[in-house]
């Protein structure tokens, strides 16, 4: 599986944007694809995840209400849309997918994703 992220970029408090990531390979799966967040200084966190089948989300407490995953299967899109921007979001956004099924409750850690895009970065100015 191969993934490319796409659609960072430097926006105000407040902005959306719209990130996508592109999927290649052995996608169509009852797995999920995900989004992980880095930072200079914390850990990679998850941010968000959806399932390529039924299209069931999750989403971190932090982005909850503020950002939506959307999937366009016939393109293997993963979109991540982003409204009401913070400072705190600023990180560089990676798309993961893991190499076999994942049950929903292991869908949050990093370590348990085997394919990574190479991250776009999202700068938000206060």
């Known amino acids: 599986v191969q993934l490319q992220a796409s659609g960072g970029g430097l926006v105000q408090a407040g902005d959306s944007l719209r990130l996508s990531c592109a999927a290649s390979?052995?996608?169509?799966?009852?797995?999920?694809l995900a989004w992980f967040r880095q930072d200079s200084v914390k850990e990679r966190e998850f941010v968000a995840a959806i399932n390529w089948v039924d299209g069931s989300t999750s989403y971190s407490d932090s982005v909850e209400g503020r950002f939506t995953l959307s999937r366009d299967n016939a393109k293997n899109m993963v979109y991540l849309q982003m409204n009401s921007l913070l400072p705190e979001d600023t990180a560089v956004y990676f798309c993961?997918?893991?190499?076999?099924?994942?049950?929903?409750?292991?869908?949050?850690?990093?370590?348990?994703?085997?394919?990574w895009g190479q991250g776009t970065q999202v700068t938000v100015s206060s």
């Open positions: 993961a997918a893991p190499r076999g099924r994942l049950i929903r409750s292991n869908w949050y850690g990093p370590h348990v994703y085997d394919y």
């Open positions: 390979g052995r996608t169509r799966s009852n797995t999920p």
